[in-house]
């Protein structure tokens, strides 16, 4: 899932070195790619028998401060992380999840095309 929101980030980055087209055609293929990780996911979920959740890990240090008449003392500072916990799974229901994903993926695949031919007639100067 991880993988998923890194993508989505880096994408909305280049969306603004992207041309119209570029963020037309990025647009119409998102949600087929969003499914397109989720299917990696569970199947990489089913063939290892078990998923993995993130878990936010606080961390405590202690660091030297000044306060405010300049003299020093010892500040608490808690920051987070995330690792990834392993979590058991239903495998029958992920196999369900995959089997409705991969079925979304189709309908997608068709509106995304469509979408797609929209944006070549909206930008046919475009370069592709």
């Known amino acids: 899932m991880r993988f998923a929101f890194v993508i989505i980030c880096i994408s909305s980055v280049l969306a603004g070195c992207a041309t119209p087209y570029e963020r037309c055609t990025s647009e119409a293929t998102k949600d087929l790619r969003v499914v397109q990780d989720l299917i990696t996911e569970t199947e990489q979920n089913i063939e290892r028998g078990y998923a993995f959740e993130q ?10 401060c000044v306060s405010r008449n300049d003299r020093f003392h010892l500040c608490r500072d808690t920051r987070f992380s995330t690792r990834d916990k392993p979590v058991a799974i239903d495998l029958e229901a992920e196999r ?8 979304k993926r189709v309908d997608l695949a068709a ?3 469509d979408d797609i031919s929209a944006c070549q007639q909206q930008f046919p100067d475009a370069e592709r």
């Open 55 to 64: 878990e936010v890990v606080p961390s405590t240090r202690f660091e030297w």
């Open 96 to 103: 369900e999840k995959l089997q409705g994903l991969r079925e």
């Open 111 to 113: 509106r995304s095309q």
